[in-house]
């Protein structure tokens, strides 16, 4: 930012973390690497001289950072990545020439989500619908079976909208000193059923309004995140229309039950049942 000459460096960031064995991404605050730092430095200097203002000793520095970021292979989930190399015919995963070898645990987690969703038969070969499913750009292989499957449940254009909307991350806008302001604005979208159906209202209300410039800011809606929604929507319908999936409307009376439905097709593993105050998955156990 021009003008802006001064950086000061804590030493931490969020870094995304995942976790094969419970399938689960979350950030944590961890140390920076010193390239990290350098790079915080860089910025002091753009426009004209400048100072960063490092709260961590300089003996920290030389002992306790590593020297660079650990490459997001090795903390991401790797469900559609596997798929791709499957679809593009890498056989080995495990001996593939990567980058950065990821870690075997989480290439063997990714074989055992992708066969029960149908992608993988008893061979580990790929399946037609796998083959289907790997044409769709999503982060995660149960977003692209729900979507295959939608047209079964007569809800397809209800389902592209949840999934992008899934596709942007949080939608919401957070100000701190307008918190009960953005609660009754988010109390407007909530629906008893799902907060997927309440994203999907949130799209609807969206597109009704796009000619009103000031509707997401009055919502404490990121516009952004919904204009990325509405342009991820338009690319899955493409690849929908492409492959003759049925882009079909759900009857008001049916559709809350048929987007479920249609849900549970992608996300059956993460199905749970209530145990006292708990709820424990079904595939896998986890106490939640």
Not at 85 to 98: A, E, N, P
Not at 249 to 268: H, P, T, W
């Amino acid at each position: 930012m021009d003008g802006v000459v001064y950086v000061v460096d804590p030493g931490f960031s969020m870094q995304k973390v995942y976790n094969p064995r419970i399938c689960v991404e979350s950030l944590l605050v961890s140390p920076i690497s010193k390239n990290s730092a350098q790079q915080r430095a860089s910025c002091a200097g753009r426009t004209r001289p400048g100072k960063c203002l490092r709260l961590y000793t300089e003996k920290d520095f030389r002992a306790v950072l590593e020297e660079r970021s650990y490459p997001m292979i090795l903390a991401s989930n790797l469900d559609s990545v596997v798929l791709f190399l499957l679809k593009i015919g890498v056989k080995d995963l495990v001996s593939f020439d990567y980058v950065d070898s990821p870690a075997p645990e989480t290439l063997m987690r990714a074989l055992s989500i992708l066969h029960p969703l149908g992608a993988l038969d008893d061979d580990g070969n790929l399946t037609p619908l796998g083959g289907l499913m790997a044409e769709f750009p999503l982060d995660h292989p149960q977003l692209a079976k729900t979507l295959i499957l939608s047209p079964d449940f007569k809800c397809s254009d209800e389902i592209l909208s949840i999934v992008a909307m899934l596709s942007v991350g949080d939608v919401w806008v957070q100000l701190h000193n307008q918190t009960q302001e953005a609660n009754m604005a988010r109390a407007k979208f909530t629906h008893p059923e799902s907060d997927h159906l309440a994203l999907l209202e949130i799209y609807n209300q969206y597109v009704l309004n796009q000619h009103d410039c000031n509707w997401a800011s009055r919502n404490y809606l990121s516009s952004c995140a919904l204009r990325e929604a509405n342009n991820i929507r338009a690319q899955l319908r493409l690849i929908m229309e492409r492959f003759d999936l049925d882009i079909i409307s759900a009857d008001q009376e049916k559709m809350s039950v048929n987007i479920r439905q249609a849900l549970v097709c992608g996300f059956y593993m993460q199905a749970a049942h209530k145990e006292g105050i708990h709820y424990c998955t079904l595939e896998n156990p986890q106490v939640n």
